[in-house]
């Protein structure tokens, strides 16, 4: 009798301890896209394959006691999306795990009794098949309209009542606003060396104003991306006794000094490095410091940076004040540029917008083989404004809002410059999402009152330009380099359709023409045609794209971060 225990104890303990390296799917799944593709169904499992740019990581492995806990996983999931009666059957074939799904009857939604005025806000409807998530987000939705519309004391029950034996789900939502409520007195317990009137300018509410819990979350996001509290607790007081909420704040200020490190690549810059030390209370105040370098393929920088978030003028009132010393030297086609700028700008919100204008000095020095080139050196003294309007979602990965900017830059020999001459750039893009479809179209148009040298020419085509040429290539060129021009139309298109949450294949037109004399614009038009794949990786989104041009050549871009 203890042989065969014995025997049986050995042969469990191979059973679990038998190892597969691959999982596959089948039955009922979807191809893509779809609630069953694979990449759910992994997600679903918790099975994580390695991203493409990690291949130092190996894939997973797997062994006969996950089975069961995968089978559990997929039909709590199916469930979620109303098959009920799902079913899940597993095989295994020498190292492969074989998963057979069966989604069955979905269950439908019998009747829906929500509180007049609500209804908009549902996403299920009457004989649809029942999904947990549509539930979980309609409570959301009302919820939200309810925080941003002054009623943050609502009372909401929600039932969804699930009648296996018909096969029906009846749907329950009664919703009690509760007293309207409008945001009281801001009191602020901060124990850091900053000052509060620094700290109240990241608040985005008035006192006395409807209560809009969309103003506290910016006002939190602003307070963060100071960078300098390790502990920030924004605390709504309902318990007030009357219809004001006042806000208490606590601050307490955490490390301000980091060093950072970057890598990437690109096909124009090829492979990057670069550091930065930065301290983000320097001397107190929000004063800022920053020192690094960038070093690719094509040249090296370096710069430092002093910020001052606050001084006060007689004239001005309250400004920002930034101080930018650098220097760079860089191989672009047909001549190199030893460049060392010194730029001081100042900031001031008007008219809710933010203004910035200052100065800049410019040591240029040149090197060039190219005879259209003139090498040489050049000082550059000038004044410039910027406009920025940013109302993108997101700077790195943006699917909704727009972006806006002006510069003009004006450099006279009154300031001591060699040259004398007026520059002009504008930029607007608008990105808008459907579904799983991303649109966006981006123009630049670039001016200069009279020819200048090279550096100071107006370039297109790239990865953030005319994606059907190489970086800076479109255009006149002299010798076989690329000259510029002194005016610019550049253009873009670009359709982002998303396979998965990190996946989109995208599709894109380009068009750009450069003018070689001052105020034409009938130059001929550069158009491009192409596709891309994007890739959402920890780091931002990987970017690929492929462009041609009218006479089918073609270029091939990598980065990080999208192009609008």
């Known amino acids: 009798m203890k042989r065969y225990l014995i025997i049986i104890i050995l ?57 069961p806990e995968f089978i559990d996983r997929i039909v709590a999931y199916g469930k979620s999306l109303g098959y009920y009666h799902i ?20 269950i439908k939604i019998k009747s829906i009794n929500i509180t007049k005025g609500f209804e908009r806000f549902s996403l299920l409807k009457i004989g649809k098949r029942f999904k947990t998530k549509d539930f979980t987000q309609t409570k959301k939705n009302i919820i939200r309209y309810l925080q941003e519309n002054g009623y943050p004391t609502y009372k909401l029950n929600a039932k969804a009542l699930v009648d296996l034996t018909l096969y029906q789900v009846s749907i329950e939502i009664n919703v009690d606003r509760g007293e309207k409520r409008y945001f009281g007195a801001l009191d602020i317990n901060n124990s850091s060396k900053i000052d509060n009137e620094l700290i109240k300018e990241q608040i985005k509410y008035k006192e006395n104003k409807l209560y809009n819990v969309l103003k506290l ?24 006794g009357n219809k004001t909420v006042p806000i208490n704040l606590e601050l307490s200020e955490g490390d301000t000094k980091e060093f950072s490190t970057r890598l990437g690549y690109d096909t124009y810059e090829g492979f990057r490095g670069g550091a930065e030390y930065i301290d983000h209370d320097f001397f107190g105040n929000l004063r800022e410091f920053r020192l690094g370098g960038k070093l690719t393929q094509k040249g090296y920088k370096a710069h430092t940076d002093i910020y001052d978030p606050k001084l006060i ?4 009132g309250k400004f920002t004040f930034r101080n930018e010393l650098s220097y760079q030297n860089w191989r672009y086609d047909g001549y190199n540029e030893g460049l060392m700028v010194e730029k ?14 200052g100065f800049q000095v410019e040591n240029n020095k040149i090197k060039s083989d190219n005879g259209a080139l003139l090498s040489g050196s050049y000082l550059i003294n000038s004044l410039f404004y910027k406009l920025v309007v940013d109302k993108r979602d997101s700077p790195m990965d943006a699917k909704n809002g727009y972006y806006i900017s002006i510069y003009t830059e004006k450099a006279m020999k009154a300031l001591a410059s060699e040259m004398d001459y007026l520059k002009v750039l504008t930029e607007g893009r608008y990105i808008k999402e459907y579904k799983n479809m991303v649109l966006a179209f981006k123009v630049r148009f670039g001016w200069l009152s009279q020819d200048t040298p090279i550096f100071k020419h107006f370039f297109a085509g790239g990865a953030m330009s005319n994606r059907g040429y190489e970086y800076r290539d479109l255009g006149p060129h002299y010798d076989g380099d ?52 994007r890739y959402l990786s920890i780091i931002g989104p990987l970017r690929f794209d492929i462009g041609f041009e009218d006479k089918y050549e073609f270029a091939i871009h990598l980065g990080i971060g999208q192009v609008f």
């Open 217 to 240: 979350e910016e006002s939190y996001d602003n307070i963060y991306k100071l960078g300098v509290f390790d502990k920030i607790i924004m605390k709504p007081n309902f318990n007030s």
């Open 313 to 316: 003028s007689p004239f001005l």
């Open 87 to 106: 079913k899940v059957n597993q095989k295994t074939k020498k190292h492969k795990i074989i998963l057979y799904i069966r989604k069955n009857e979905p």
């Open 482 to 533: 690329p000259i510029g021009g002194v005016g610019l139309i550049d253009t873009s298109f670009e359709a982002r359709h998303y396979l998965t949450t990190n996946f989109a294949v995208v599709g894109f037109m380009d068009a750009s023409t450069i003018s070689e004399e001052v105020d034409r614009f009938n130059s001929h038009w550069f158009r491009s045609y192409g596709f891309g794949l």
């Open 344 to 357: 001081v700008t100042f900031g001031k919100r008007l008219l809710h917008l933010n203004h910035f204008f």
């Open 11 to 67: 042969f469990t303990l191979f059973i679990n301890a038998k190892t597969f390296n691959e999982i596959e799917f089948k039955g009922d799944i979807d191809l893509i896209t779809g609630e069953f593709n694979r990449d759910t169904l992994l997600k679903i499992c918790h099975i994580e394959y390695p991203p493409i740019y990690k291949i130092w990581k190996k894939d997973p492995t797997f062994n006969t006691k996950d089975i």
